[in-house]
């Protein structure tokens, strides 16, 4: 699938690190370090514009090293891009550390990943079909 984007960072462009992934990496855009203190959250940008095609979507990701090393992680978790978004790429990090952290230009700071989106039409019902679950919920499954 071919997808347009605009670059206007600087960086490179996003790409797969191995011929299996699943997640594109995504880099910071900034004139100047940034430092991020401890439970903050900033929106850092990209530079980077895209189209996707109808029935696709962008989900922004955290790195796992980033997070496992650092404590950074992305704020809402999966973020998603809607197909008809035509705004830059911005990527709210969170410090879950108790250390400051650097944001430098070009760094790798989520992934992205790209999904097919299955639009629904509700249809309204008086009830539903039992299941073996039922409506236990939130750590329901497997306990008697």
């Not at 990496?25 to 980077?48: C, F, M, Q, S, W």
């Not at 189209?51 to 809402?76: C, M, T, W």
């Not at 978790?77 to 035509?86: E, F, L, N, Q, V």
Request: aromatic letters at 6%; a neutral charge; one cysteine or more.
């Amino acid at each position: 699938m071919n997808v347009k984007i605009v670059n206007r960072s600087g960086n490179l462009l996003p790409e797969y690190s191995t011929s299996l992934s699943a997640g594109m990496d995504l880099r910071a855009n900034l004139d100047d370090p940034y430092v991020l203190k401890p439970l903050e959250r900033r929106l850092i940008p990209t530079g980077l514009f895209i189209e996707l095609p109808g029935g696709f979507e962008a989900q922004i990701r955290p790195r796992s090293g980033l997070a496992l090393k650092k404590g950074i992680s992305v704020v809402n978790t999966p973020g998603t891009i809607d197909a008809d978004y035509r705004g830059e790429i911005g990527i709210i990090l969170i410090n879950l550390s108790k250390e400051d952290f650097i944001v430098n230009h070009g760094e790798r700071i989520c992934q992205m990943v790209i999904n097919k989106v299955e639009m629904i039409a509700w249809k309204q019902v008086e009830s539903l079909e039992d299941s073996e679950r039922g409506a236990g919920g939130f750590g329901h499954t497997g306990n008697k």
